[in-house]
T-cell receptor, first 112, second 113 residues
Framework: EDQVTQSPEALRLQEGESSSLNCSYTVSGLRGLFWYRQDPGKGPEFLFTLYSAGEEKEKERLKATLTKKESFLHITAPKPEDSATYLCAVRTKMDSNYQLIWGAGTKLIIKP | DAGITQSPRHKVTETGTPVTLRCHQTENHRYMYWYRQDPGHGLRLIHY???????DKGEVSDGYSVSRSKTEDFLLTLESATSSQTSVYFC????????????FGPGTRLTVL
């Protein structure tokens, strides 16, 4: 069964304390891995798409990387405004159908 | 934000009543989706549309129906609301379909008493 697991469920960091969020997946055919940010009371906001192992993408203090089994979202010197829930989703293809499988998210809290 | 609005933003209703949620987009995207989000779960697809009057079921479609009479509007109807349908509902759009990035609306929080 295709599955996406995010860890940890929650992460509390001090401002400036770098860390990583993990998205591990077991799917039959990866057709892209997505990272989104979600603020309380709002819809998910698209951050990155990764397609192949070894690929990396960066945006401000965030860098996403992809291996054959997992993706990491590295946060360098975070600020309080980086506090949000980060969602990972994997797109798979079975026969002629695509589907998007979502992880439950990691809630990140950055304390000033 | 992509040009997506949802209405209402909050709704409280009683078990057994019908409820309709509306998603409106100004991006002229062909594909539209309805998801629900519950604590401890990833987003789950309810229904999606790949064009006017063209819709299909997602993984959690029981108890829900949809309609799309115009490109810009996608309606989600709970035929007879149940407490298990208390959730936050998100609409999403994409230009190129299932291989394209999805962009989300602000959500509707629905409480069924």
């Amino acid at each position: 069964e295709d599955q996406v697991t995010q860890s940890p469920e929650a992460l509390r960091l001090q401002e400036g304390e770098s860390s990583s969020l993990n998205c591990s997946y077991t799917v039959s055919g990866l057709r892209g891995l997505f990272w989104y940010r979600q603020d309380p009371g709002k819809g998910p906001e698209f951050l990155f798409t990764l397609y192949s192992a070894g690929e990396e993408k960066e945006k401000e203090r965030l860098k996403a990387t992809l291996t054959k089994k997992e993706s990491f979202l590295h946060i360098t010197a975070p600020k309080p405004e980086d506090s949000a829930t980060y969602l990972c989703a994997v797109r798979t293809k079975m026969d002629s159908n695509y589907q998007l499988i979502w992880g439950a998210g990691t809630k990140l809290i950055i304390k000033p | 934000d992509a040009g997506i609005t949802q209405s209402p933003r909050h709704k409280v209703t009683e078990t057994g009543t019908p409820v309709t949620l509306r998603c409106h987009q100004t991006e002229n995207h062909r594909y539209m989706y309805w998801y629900r989000q519950d604590p401890g779960h990833g987003l789950r697809l309810i229904h999606y549309s790949y064009g006017v009057k063209d819709t299909d079921k997602g993984e959690v479609s029981d108890g829900y129906s949809v309609s799309r009479s115009k490109t810009e509007d996608f309606l989600l109807t709970l035929e007879s609301a149940t407490s298990s349908q208390t959730s936050v509902y998100f609409c999403a759009i994409s230009a190129g379909g299932p291989t394209d990035t999805q962009y989300f609306g602000p959500g509707t929080r629905l409480t069924v008493l």
